[in-house]
């Protein structure tokens, strides 16, 4: 991937870096850095003024936008349609359960076993998938959802003989004294998303993500500039699984349940993700998390009434697609855009484009 991509020629403004501003030609971006301290001191905080019931929905909220951003990585930014993650999810939900109730692990030593071990299952699927594109891909990757379950009961038996573990509550303690339990995986779950999400916005901004933005929109232009196209979507598929995998050993540390009883479970899992791509919006960073949110807010507005939840998240897609077809994220770009278009327009000429910002489409 590395020598080919180092002849990687110049790329077309869509896709080309952020060039670096000339000295004393752009403003410090004040509002965006207190912005984001602003969130910053707020998710700090959140857990100190919530109870633990509230602070494992958080909890909840950021395992799935985990798994969300690694499907939003594959399809969003690579253009390959998968169904299956949710079978990446299970591979880390029951490694973390096998290591910690069968071998006695440190569940925080498992998660990235897991992320690793969901990875090598991911390049295993996706060379095939090299030869696969669109509605054929995302059936092969749905087969791979439907199945898991069934592999899993013919090698994992819990109590009863139900392929479900739950790990003790003292294996999914607190490591720090003056941290309750529920306070301690908040900040565990927060850590790890802070810094994949981090990790993510950084590939996506460089070579290896214009490589993937470039097949995704152009293969065969791609690969005659020097990008090895199945280097790219095999690496894109491994990355995705491991964020998955990773995802579903933090649904083990925070439920305390890897459960493989429902035949159709994990085939649920895999429509949530897309679902929170979908909503939240495709081939961005903060989609991902805001398509969770609502995905939780609805599973909670619904509890109890097991029909009411795939109809409210039907009807939020349904909703999302014509309202909003570019997701969340795409509707307040356009609502800054057109806001910043007014404003150009009553107090004189439009503001210098902020060169960090990739070129967001205008308002009709």
């Known amino acids: ?9 110049d790329t077309p403004p869509a896709f080309a870096a952020p060039s670096a501003p000339a000295a004393g030609g752009r403003k410090i971006p004040w509002l965006r850095i207190v912005f984001g301290v602003v969130i910053a001191v707020i998710a700090l905080a959140l ?3 919530n109870d633990p019931e509230t602070n494992q929905i958080f909890c909840q909220v950021m395992y799935l936008a985990l798994a969300a951003m690694g499907l939003n990585l594959l399809t969003g930014y690579n253009g390959q349609i998968s169904l299956g993650h949710g079978a990446f999810f299970g591979i880390g939900a029951f490694t973390a359960a096998i290591l910690t109730v069968d071998h006695g692990w440190m569940i925080e030593a498992t998660f990235p076993v897991a992320a690793l071990l969901a990875a090598l299952v991911g390049v295993a699927v996706g060379f095939p998938a090299l030869r696969l594109k669109g509605l054929y891909l995302a059936l092969i ?8 379950p069934l592999v899993v009961k013919k090698f994992v038996e819990g109590p009863g003989g139900v392929p479900l573990l739950k790990p003790k509550r003292s294996q999914v303690g607190s490591m720090v004294d003056f941290w309750a339990d529920d306070i301690y995986r908040y900040y565990v779950c927060l850590a790890i998303l802070a810094v994949l999400f981090l990790l993510a916005w950084n590939l996506v901004r460089g070579r290896m993500g214009r490589a993937m933005i470039a097949v995704r929109d152009q293969e065969v232009a791609a690969s005659t500039v020097g990008i090895s196209v199945a280097n790219v ?6 990355l ?3 964020y998955a995998g990773l995802a579903g050993a933090l649904s083990t ?3 305390r349940t890897a459960d493989a009883s429902n035949p159709i479970i994990y085939f649920q899992r895999s429509i949530e993700f897309l679902i929170a791509v979908v909503i939240g919006g495709a081939a961005t960073i903060g989609g991902p998390l805001l398509g969770a949110m609502l995905l939780v807010a609805i599973r909670r507005r619904t509890e109890g009434t097991e029909a009411m939840a795939p109809a409210l998240l039907g009807g939020a897609l349904i909703i999302v697609v014509y309202v909003l077809p570019d997701g969340i994220v795409g509707g307040l770009r356009r609502l800054a855009a057109w806001l ?4 150009a327009g009553s107090t004189g000429p439009p ?3 902020d060169p960090l910002e990739a070129p967001q489409p205008q308002p009709s």
């Open 1 to 9: 991937m590395s020598d080919q991509s180092a002849n990687l020629p």
């Open 233 to 238: 979507k095999v690496w894109s598929f491994a």
């Open 351 to 353: 503001p210098t484009p």
């Open 141 to 148: 990757t749905l087969g791979l959802a439907v199945l898991f």
């Open 340 to 343: 910043r278009a007014r404003t």
């Open 253 to 255: 540390y925070v439920d």
């Open 47 to 49: 857990p100190y003024y």
């Open 240 to 242: 995705s699984a491991a």
